[in-house]
């Protein structure tokens, strides 16, 4: 059987970590963890344009581990799409390569987490502001639907959250 990867997307503090563990709990696979958040939390200045690349590639070789660990399906908490919308919003453009990049990488399904959770408070989040949420979500949501992957919009509590998100796995991995 071929491995399955669930890409979960979405703007900041609307649950994606904690579907993604949630997940990899129900199925018992592994889940990829946002490598940015590891970068960050150990950096000791303002991140530059450069350290987006940086946490790309860091991005990438995470997901390359998880790929080796999984039995059939890879759970990943963010990808490259993320870095793309914060360089693009932050400085205006976004490394080639990671763009390249993005064309390359194959998931099956991508699950979209909605903005109708509240906002948490967190020292490497930066736009608590509700139109900026929105403005964010509409973003992820033109990138999963230019994807050409299936999507699904995740939303309500964590349980709803979480079954929908068992069901949209089942669904289109066949496991």
Not at 152 to 158: C, Q, V
Not at 161 to 171: F, M
Request: with cysteine; proline share 5%.
């Amino acid at each position: 059987m071929n491995l399955k990867k669930v890409l979960i997307l979405g703007p900041e503090s609307t649950g994606k970590s904690t579907l993604a563990k949630d997940l990899a709990n129900h199925f018992e696979e592994p889940w990829v963890p946002e490598y940015s958040r590891e970068y960050l939390e150990n950096l000791t200045r303002d991140y530059d344009f450069d350290d987006l690349s940086t946490m790309a590639k860091g991005q990438l070789q995470v997901e390359e581990k998880g790929e080796k660990l999984a039995k059939d399906i890879l759970f990943c908490d963010t990808d490259l799409r993320v870095i793309h919308i914060w360089s693009a919003h932050r400085f205006g453009k976004t490394d080639s390569w990671i763009l390249e990049e993005i064309e390359t990488r194959v998931y099956d399904l991508i699950l979209l987490t909605d903005i109708d959770l509240d906002w948490e408070p967190d020292p490497l989040r930066e736009h608590p502001e509700p139109e900026m949420r929105l403005y964010f979500f509409k973003k992820y949501l033109e990138l999963a639907k230019s994807s050409g992957f299936p999507f699904e919009i995740i939303s309500g509590s964590r349980e709803e959250r979480l079954q929908k998100a068992i069901s949209a796995v089942k669904i289109h991995t066949k496991i």
